[in-house]
């Protein structure tokens, strides 16, 4: 589904990814953990296409599409999603009007029958009850004034309303209390069809209790320093990062 | 360069009302004395009057002979669905039986000076005049010097109009440039409470009017006012106005301003909290685009103690279009436990906009409560960046932002219906805007 040929990335001139080879199968869930700074946010924003995250050398493949190649709607469309790890507040922007100018373009693109407003309300509750977030969020502005959980609910719920090929959840755990994390891993699940793939970047091991990843990789400097199954993870749990940043050098 | 104060002098207004003929003298003498505004003039720093005094605005307005069919054009644009208003309009001046809809509303009533009856002149000679100062302001001299004849909104003691007065200046092209001067005067007895929307628009032609609309509110003791000044003109219509209103004890006034821009627009809105404990939200929007240019001047002034005022006006300035928002607040030495709030912010959505933002605090009253702030920003990159990531075409998301900025004051509106009116007005606006934008790029 998704392949990572050696990709470079600067981000204001500094190097931040630094040869990362990567491969994602269809259906597979693939965690990416490491410390601060080893550029696994970063990872994600090169892949959606952020400003400003200049790519330097390497190749990505999407779908079997040049990646690159896409503008950020474009990428989404061919469907890939990120959900942010700081999603952003939009005043004045009703959610519901923003998931829905979302959820219509999307079906849109993929030739489907557009939904009308009471079919579209009717989908949005739902999709609100499965992450357990109250409706009155739907009518509020973007993110706005919600909590760090709320919003990361709200990432969730784009997830489910856009039905992405690829998700990559950049740290949608963190700042989530244990009752939140078990929501938002039952939602994730939910989502496994067998088809979908997904990226988790995430700090925690926890998190991996929640869903079993079939690969976990390492991030260390740029790179990908160690990969392996869920018993990496409990491994890094154990003993940190500190042996294998020293292993990379 | 023509002489605007001597042409305007030349204009005399025909078939007037002896009573008003004291008025007019004053204003004439006042518009006489007056020099045109350079860039060393302070209230004109920003916005040159070279449209008005190159456009030869020589011309009067006339009544206009309107085929159905473009009378239905208009009924359709400016009609509010929801609204439930009793309307009155106006083309170029002259009122059109055939747009409007004056049903009756108990406790309102709305009467041209001209045929007002002899209480009435009364009621109007002791208001008019009194909040909107010719000696300060130039364009209400103007104003009083071309005064022929006005429209007059009484508000009985103590009565609640819920129908809302929806009074719409239309104007449509002339053969020649021509001018247009239209009054208003509100007066609300103590304890009522009424809703006017002053709704300015033209039909879809090129405009060669200038408009000089002057309105003044008079609101009594713990009398309560909604008003709006809506002004949707196409952008070759020139307007120079005001708003002035006096605020007796406990009165509250609630007023909105939303303009979008034009070769020239220039609107001072002044407030005087003349009684104890008075209150004023005002609120406004303005967007100008293209290469036109809008001007704000809000003053509030709080004369007497415990009085409150928040306000707020948010523009997005547009390609190489220009604002200017000059936002006073002047708290005189009896203003004793005033609480005055003014926020301005401003969203540029390209290198080439403009905003000249000034907000002006003086304050003589040692016991109150002052904020005041300006921001100018551009479109958030990282927020295009987010709408774009689900998929979201990146002008699709840059009309969400800009809407966005202005729709927290539009939700907030105290007739939503409005809201739903303006709403698609001013997104077409923006869609309309970005394409544009998209094609020259």
Redesign the interface.
Known sequence: MLSIKNLHATVEGEDILRGINLDIGAGEVHAIMGPNGSGKSTLGHVL????GYEVTAGEVTFMGQDLLAL???E???AGL??A?QY??E????SNM??LK??VD??RK?RKLEALDSVSFMKLAREVCKRVDLDQNFLKR?VNEGFSGGEKKRNELM?MML?EPHLAILDETDSGLDIDALQVVAAGINSMRDGKRSFVLITHYQRLLNFIEPDHVHVLGGGRIVRSGDKSLALELEDKGYGWLESEAV | MSDFIAEALQKLPTETPGWLSEQRRRGRSSWKSSTMPTRKTEDWKYTRLRALEEGAYLGWAERQDLTSLALTALRDQVHISGLDARMLVFVNGFYSPELSSPTAMDGMDIVHFSEADETQVETIRAHLGTAANRDKYMFTALNDSWLDDGVFVHVKQDSKVITPLHIVWLTVPQREAFSLSQRLLVVMEPGSEATVVEHFASDGAQQNSFTNGVTELVLGANARLCHYRLHLEEEHALHIGGVHARLDRDARLNSFHLGLGSILKRLDVVVRHEGNGAHCDLNGIYLPRHSQNIDYHTCIEHARPHCTTKEVFRGVISDNARAVFNGRIHIHPDAQKTVAELSNKNLLTSNKAEIDTKPELEIYADDVKCTHGATVAQLDDYALYYLCSRGIAREHAQVMLSTGFINELINNLQHPTLGEYLKPVLSDMFVQQVTKRERTE
């Open positions: 959606t296409g952020r400003e503008a950020p709607e990428r989404a469309l999603l990120l942010f999603p952003v939009i005043p004045g922007v009007e923003f100018t979302a373009g999307m693109y502005g784009q856009l």
